[in-house]
Structures are given as structure tokens and as C-alpha cells.
């Protein structure tokens, strides 16, 4: 029998913490168009109790919303901007291996790893919750590990004590790069 892994809440929030180039992402050619708009980067804060039983608090910066378009269609922005609370599963095959966490509710909307350094270089980012920053996803993952109890980050996800909180945002305006 697998032991129960404590609960850890990550909580994206609405807060800018600065900003990030993404390239407009085709979702029928599943291709990026080479057009680098400006997007802000959100605060996205894990929490959780270590084994100690003390609340520890990590904080990152994520991709919220990103440009897409379909065909010859106009650009527009993606991502969620609506309230909510969401249960984490673990999607191991993503990014060649990386993995991912999906939220409940939503057929492809995924935390995953994003841009290292997110002014230099512009991912395909089209409404997904991106991690950025030097190994940020790494460090994220492992904050996870070390909050749950657990180094087994499928095994947190099958248990369904991962949540993921999607605080109030406006979506940003269209700024091209």
C-alpha cells in the first residue's frame, strides 16, 4: 500500500511579476508563425507543509496567457482568466520526458516547463501555465516532491491532493514584440 502524500496547493495568481516574448502558435499546423508578441509574466505560488509540519511558501514566474491562431486566422490571446481550483495529474510523456501537470476540468490546459530566460527567447506559448526561469520547472517539481512527501510526482497526481487554484485575471492586451 502507497502512503498518502500531504496536500501542496500551487496558486497562480493575477500579480505581474514582469515580462515575456511568446511566438503566435498555430493550433491546426501545431506550429509557431514567427510573430513574437510581449506578455506579462504572473506570480505562481506553491505551498505546502515539509516534514517537519512548517508551511513553506516558493514562489515563480509563469506564462498565463500566451497568442494563438488557427490557419490564416488573426493572432489572439489564450489562456484562462477565470477563477477556479483544479486537481493535478501527472503527464509524464510531455516535452520529451519532462512531464507535465494537468488541470481537471480542461481537455489541454497544462503547467509545464517554460522559457529559461523568457525576454531572450519567444516559446509557443498559446494558454498554458509555462514555468520559466533557469531550471524553474525542475525546482518546481522538486518543491512539490519535498512538500508532498513524495518523490514519486505520478504517484502525487493519482492521489489527487496536487491542487491548482487559477486566481482572477484580465487577460492582456495583443502588444506585439
Same mark, same amino acid.
Not at 19 to 42: E, F, I, M, T, W
Not at 103 to 132: F, K, M, N, W
Not at 156 to 163: D, N, S, V, W
Given at each position: 500500500?502507497?502512503?498518502?502524500?500531504?496536500?501542496?496547493?500551487?496558486?497562480?495568481?493575477?500579480?505581474?511579476?514582469?515580462?515575456?516574448?511568446?511566438?503566435?502558435?498555430?493550433?491546426?499546423?501545431?506550429?509557431?508563425?514567427?510573430?513574437?508578441?510581449?506578455?506579462?509574466?504572473?506570480?505562481?505560488?506553491?505551498?505546502?507543509?515539509?516534514?517537519?509540519?512548517?508551511?513553506?511558501?516558493?514562489?515563480?514566474?509563469?506564462?498565463?496567457?500566451?497568442?494563438?491562431?488557427?490557419?490564416?486566422?488573426?493572432?489572439?490571446?489564450?489562456?484562462?482568466?477565470?477563477?477556479?481550483?483544479?486537481?493535478?495529474?501527472?503527464?509524464?510523456?510531455?516535452?520529451?520526458?519532462?512531464?507535465?501537470?494537468?488541470?481537471? $476540468?480542461?481537455?489541454?490546459?497544462?503547467?509545464?516547463?517554460?522559457?529559461?530566460? @523568457? &525576454? #531572450? /527567447? !519567444?516559446?509557443?506559448?498559446?494558454?498554458?501555465?509555462?514555468?520559466?526561469?533557469?531550471?524553474?520547472?525542475?525546482?518546481?517539481?522538486?518543491?512539490?516532491?519535498?512538500?508532498?512527501?513524495?518523490?514519486?510526482?505520478?504517484?502525487?497526481?493519482?492521489? $489527487?491532493?496536487?491542487?491548482?487554484?487559477?486566481?482572477?485575471?484580465?487577460?492582456? @492586451? &495583443? #502588444? /506585439? !514584440?
Amino acid at each position: 500500500m502507497t502512503a498518502s502524500t500531504r496536500p501542496v496547493r500551487c496558486t497562480v495568481t493575477g500579480i505581474v511579476v514582469g515580462q515575456a516574448l511568446v511566438d503566435s502558435y498555430d493550433l491546426h499546423r501545431k506550429s509557431k508563425s514567427g510573430r513574437h508578441y510581449r506578455v506579462p509574466l504572473y506570480r505562481m505560488r506553491l505551498a505546502g507543509h515539509d516534514d517537519s509540519g512548517t508551511i513553506q511558501y516558493y514562489d515563480f514566474s509563469v506564462i498565463r496567457f500566451g497568442v494563438g491562431h488557427s490557419g490564416n486566422g488573426p493572432d489572439f490571446i489564450a489562456g484562462k482568466s477565470r477563477p477556479g481550483v483544479h486537481t493535478l495529474t501527472w503527464g509524464g510523456k510531455y516535452m520529451g520526458g519532462k512531464g507535465c501537470w494537468k488541470l481537471s $476540468g480542461y481537455r489541454q490546459v497544462l503547467i509545464h516547463d517554460g522559457a529559461d530566460r @523568457p &525576454l #531572450r /527567447r !519567444a516559446y509557443g506559448a498559446v494558454g498554458c501555465i509555462e514555468v520559466t526561469g533557469v531550471q524553474g520547472w525542475e525546482r518546481f517539481n522538486e518543491r512539490v516532491e519535498e512538500l508532498s512527501g513524495s518523490s514519486d510526482l505520478k504517484e502525487i497526481g493519482r492521489q $489527487g491532493r496536487f491542487k491548482c487554484g487559477l486566481l482572477q485575471a484580465s487577460p492582456p @492586451p &495583443l #502588444r /506585439r !514584440a
